[in-house]
């Protein structure tokens, strides 16, 4: 059943179960599996068993609804709600008319299946990648096999012929619609799977890296260590995931606090007593995220909520600490892909 759901800031979710997230309303970003994502208001997002999710402020208000009836992800076409390409499996709901009423009555109904069912076809219609039915079969039928068999060294061609299809053909298909050949979602997964195994047990990292199919441990921590700029050690500390630590908490309530006057580095570095070379180090391996990133998509996230208000541009730009309204237009489309005034109308249409 949905029910409401109150996350802590900055705590790991580790799913047991595939789950759905109703984000209602939220200031801030999520994170799951080391990605952080931002924007994501009135969406409803698919996470599979073994992924974890993380909430970047303490205002989210969320419904969750685990599947434990493993026979409901049967359905292959479910596979676009789960098997994550390169964002999350989604659904907008300001794109969707009836999906707020739908979810409401499959959850009174106590019908996850018929939830599934419906998302699974409302994710067709928005069509994330415009693409055919037949070219996403081809899509997820790859994205189940690197899932299956990222801990091992497969060449694109083997990947290929184990849909029995025409390799080139393949690799097209996803450099076009997905944007990542083969091999760069192959890599995109066990580099993924790499972080959780030394972040969320406590296997040895020689353990891990057989497990990833390295033979020789010292060359996956060289790896790693190129790949995070930590060895896999002192990733595992960074990501804390007891949650002992309160620095992501704090630098977050700063930059939520202050980011409509406080643009520079420097003054959260001073808040924080460290350098700013220190503080840059220390986010960028906490959050996976520059600091500067942060402060700009609160900045966004500011904005769209103050030009939604029928404020003038110009107001807006005072607000967020911009000194020529020009200044924040072009920060605003630079960040976003639209002119303010756009975005006004937009809303307002």
């Known amino acids: 059943m949905l029910h409401n759901f109150f996350p802590d800031i900055n705590k790991v979710y580790y799913l047991t179960q595939p789950a759905l997230f109703h984000i ?80 409401e009555v499959f959850n009174t109904a106590n019908n996850p299946k018929e939830i599934i069912k419906a998302f699974s076809q409302q994710w067709f219609l928005q069509n994330p990648f415009e693409a055919t039915e037949e070219e996403y079969e081809v899509i997820f039928d790859i994205k189940e096999i690197v899932d299956a068999k990222y801990d091992k060294h497969l060449k694109s061609q083997e990947l290929a012929l184990f849909i029995n299809d025409n390799n080139e053909k393949v690799q097209t298909l996803m450099k076009e619609k997905v944007g990542l050949s083969v091999k760069g979602l192959w890599e995109r997964k066990r580099w993924a799977e790499s972080r959780k195994e030394v972040a969320l ?119 967020l600490g911009f000194e020529e309204a020009n200044h924040f237009t072009s920060f605003f489309k630079r960040y976003t892909g639209v002119n303010p005034s756009s975005f006004k109308s937009e809303i307002y249409n």
């Open 24 to 103: 209602i309303s939220g200031s801030g970003g999520i994170q799951v599996d080391f990605e952080n994502y931002f924007g994501w208001t009135n969406k409803a997002i698919f996470l599979e068993k073994g992924q974890y999710v993380k909430f970047l402020s303490d205002d989210f208000k969320v419904e969750k609804m685990e599947f434990f009836d493993s026979g409901i992800l049967d359905d292959r076409a479910a596979r676009v709600l789960f098997k994550h390409l390169v964002s999350l499996g989604h659904i907008d709901f300001s794109s969707c008319v009836d999906c707020n009423k739908d979810m």
């Open 201 to 319: 047990t406590d296997k040895s990292i020689q353990e891990v890296s057989y497990a990833m199919g390295y033979k020789d441990p010292g060359y996956f921590n060289r790896v790693f260590k190129q790949k995070a700029r930590a060895t896999p050690n002192e990733f595992r500390q960074h990501f804390d995931y007891d949650n002992r630590d309160t620095f992501v908490q704090d630098i977050v309530a700063l930059v939520r606090q202050h980011h409509k006057e406080q643009h520079q580095l420097s003054f959260y570095a001073d808040k924080m007593n460290l350098s700013v070379k220190t503080l840059q180090k220390k986010t960028k391996a906490k959050l996976g995220d520059s600091l500067g990133k942060l402060i700009r998509q609160e900045i966004v996230d500011s904005s769209k909520k103050i030009l939604a208000q029928d404020a003038s541009i110009k107001e807006a730009a005072f607000t």
